[in-house]
T-cell receptor, first 108, second 115 residues
Framework: QKEVEQNSGPLSVPEGAIASLNCTYSDRGSQSFFWYRQYSGKSPELIMFIYSNGDKEDGRFTAQLNKASQYVSLLIRDSQPSDSATYLCAVTGYKLSFGAGTTVTVRA | GAGVSQSPSNKVTEKGKDVELRCDPISGHTALYWYRQSLGQGLEFLIYFQGNSAPDKSGLPSDRFSAERTGGSVSTLTIQRTQQEDSAVYLC???WGQGRTDTQYFGPGTRLTVL
């Protein structure tokens, strides 16, 4: 079992819609959870982190964490073509472990 | 301040040659990571340095790969006797190394092509 698993995608959504990205992790002791965005040919950049159960909102992005279910998600509201990228879920245990990423395409 | 820098940005080499990739972390960051990303793939963890502790080398794919970090700052990843399957983008990241909001900041990567 991989430490961090993401829905494989690719995910295609129309402009203005909500994109929903899911991530599950195996280490129940994981403390912190990060979402990174990676544009094609670029390095990953941090979108947001979450470490408490519940929702955390930052602009059009909302991260949701459920430690009992070992599940973290990212919602992108009012999706824009500029949101087209690969989104990486990362989980901290001893070290940061990354999922394989979900590629999102926002159709204009 | 300056971000993580890596050099060279691109490296083309012949099979069997050795290569060295360099990473300059953000000043003051104690943690440094190396990852490899093949085309269309996720991040593959290679090695992790934290302060003066022994590095976590659990991700190195073979004994042809090694890394060092001098003076707790600059790191060099060395690949000996390169193979075509070593072709990938090699990413370095650094962080403060503590706290639950510890965030890794990535460099621009080195694209390695082995002919």
């Amino acid at each position: 079992q991989k430490e961090v698993e993401q829905n494989s995608g690719p995910l295609s959504v129309p402009e203005g819609a909500i994109a929903s990205l899911n991530c599950t992790y195996s280490d129940r002791g994981s403390q912190s959870f990060f979402w990174y965005r990676q544009y094609s040919g670029k390095s990953p950049e941090l979108i947001m982190f979450i470490y408490s159960n519940g929702d955390k909102e930052d602009g059009r992005f909302t991260a949701q964490l459920n430690k009992a279910s070992q599940y973290v998600s990212l919602l992108i509201r009012d999706s824009q073509p500029s949101d087209s990228a690969t989104y990486l879920c990362a989980v901290t245990g001893y070290k940061l472990s990354f999922g394989a990423g979900t590629t999102v395409t926002v159709r204009a | 301040g300056a971000g993580v820098s890596q050099s060279p940005s691109n490296k083309v080499t012949e099979k069997g040659k050795d290569v060295e990739l360099r990473c300059d972390p953000i000043s003051g960051h104690t943690a440094l990571y190396w990852y490899r990303q093949s085309l269309g793939q996720g991040l593959e963890f290679l090695i992790y340095f934290q302060g003066n502790s022994a590095p976590d080398k659990s991700g190195l794919p073979s004994d042809r790969f090694s890394a060092e970090r001098t003076g707790g700052s600059v790191s060099t990843l060395t690949i000996q006797r390169t193979q075509q399957e070593d072709s990938a983008v090699y990413l370095c990241a650094s962080s403060w190394g503590q706290g639950r909001t510890d965030t890794q900041y990535f460099g621009p990567g080195t694209r390695l092509t082995v002919l």
